[in-house]
């Protein structure tokens, strides 16, 4: 028994290491993961506290970066679309959303990985779409970060930047669905006592990542992400089929 919490909790460390570097991905990661632990609405308010706590981390060790502009279109639609989600989630089926979505992802990255100019305008209509689809999907399934890293990545940021924006929509989306999730009751008293440890767990995750980002090419940088996006597609598009 104690085993299985000791590698719960390694395996959100590592989830949250891999989310800072990438700038999304603790739980299109983390999730699939706590599922073979805990049953879906508890993981999903769990992996949420982990994942809330790391992109804390992450604004705090990357603020130079932040870009107040693609956080306000991103975040205002994200914060309407996360709610909306997340009252959604005792409602519609998940499996289908999550294939689907995994496929796009998995088409997106390996066309930018073929195409390395590709770039998507940063334009408003575009921030917001994507601000709305990410937000959405966060809400209804836990995992909208790889729609999210997926616009972001295609406007050619600069990695500081990237990370840090990235972080700072992610923790507004979290502010916005997690207080929904324990009014609606997903979470039983007897796993309270996870929450600070996977606060602590967060912070520890987001500074490792930082220090492996600063040592990473902006070159290479783009390519992990891009990679990060595909794998985080077949996990989707895995746990989708096999349910």
């Known amino acids: 028994m ?15 290491v891999v989310g800072t570097v990438a700038g999304f991905g603790t739980s299109t990661i983390f999730l699939p993961v706590a599922l073979f632990f805990l049953d879906f609405q508890t993981a999903l308010v769990l992996v949420a506290i982990a994942h ?8 705090g060790f990357f603020q130079k970066g932040l870009d107040k502009r693609l956080i306000i279109l991103f975040g205002v639609p994200s914060i309407i679309l996360t709610i909306i989600g997340a009252y959604l989630v005792i409602f519609i089926p998940q499996l289908t959303l999550e294939i689907l979505l995994g496929i796009f992802l998995l088409i997106f990255s390996i066309y930018s990985l073929l ?7 940063a334009t ?8 709305g689809l990410s937000g959405f999907l966060q809400g209804l399934l836990g995992i909208g970060g790889a729609l999210r890293g997926a616009f972001l990545i295609s406007y050619d940021l600069d990695k500081i930047k990237y990370i840090a924006t990235i972080s700072a929509i992610a923790v507004i989306i979290d502010a916005a669905r997690i207080p929904v999730y324990f009014s609606n009751n997903l979470l039983d008293p007897q796993f309270y006592y996870y929450i600070p440890i996977l606060i602590v767990i967060g912070v520890i995750g ?16 783009k390519k992990i992400v891009l990679l990060a996006i595909a794998l985080a597609s077949l996990l989707l598009i895995y746990h989708g089929l096999v349910g």
Do not use: H
């Not at 195409?115 to 305008?121: E, M």
């Not at 408003?124 to 601000?131: A, E, K, P, W």
């Not at 987001?206 to 940088?221: C, L, N």
């Open 2 to 16: 104690y085993e299985l919490i000791l590698l719960f909790f390694i395996m959100a460390f590592l989830s949250i």
């Open 52 to 59: 809330i706590s790391g992109n804390v981390g992450a604004v």
């Open 115 to 121: 195409r390395p100019d590709f770039k998507v305008a």
């Open 124 to 131: 408003r209509s575009n921030t917001l779409i994507g601000g």
């Open 206 to 221: 987001s500074y490792a990542g930082k220090r492996i980002v600063s040592v990473t090419p902006q070159s290479i940088f």
